[in-house]
């Protein structure tokens, strides 16, 4: 059963890089065809698709937030990561890594950014 965990701090100032992380387990981010994304809910706003990385390492992101996003991975953790910066208090959100593919995320993290 694959599964899905984000980390990282729940705190960033303003104007820094938000950095989260995703652990997945059970299942090798490298697997043909599949795709793993991470998404974000605003208070009060819908989901925010953000970015995706497959499984071969190329990457697309939301065109809204293309210049502040990149999505990295490191394959012998079993691990994709997200960074954006020039973070601004509109960025604060529960943020979640997804698997597309399989339609599952991890539970999510709340990332707060202070002015």
């Known amino acids: 059963q694959v599964q899905l965990q984000e980390s990282g701090p729940g705190l960033v100032k303003s104007s820094q890089t938000l950095s989260l ?32 990385t497959h499984y071969d390492g190329s990457t697309d992101y939301s065109p809204s937030l293309k210049s502040r996003t990149s999505i990295s991975r490191e394959t012998s953790r079993n691990q994709f990561s997200l960074q954006l910066s020039s973070v601004t208090p ?9 698997s597309e593919s399989l339609g599952i995320s991890g539970r999510g993290t709340q990332v707060t950014v202070s002015s």
């Open 90 to 98: 509109e960025d604060t959100a529960l943020y979640y890594c997804t």
């Open 21 to 52: 992380t995703c652990t997945v387990s059970g299942g090798s981010i490298t697997t043909s065809f599949y795709a793993w994304s991470w998404i974000r809910q605003s208070p009060g706003k819908g989901l925010e698709w953000m970015g995706v």
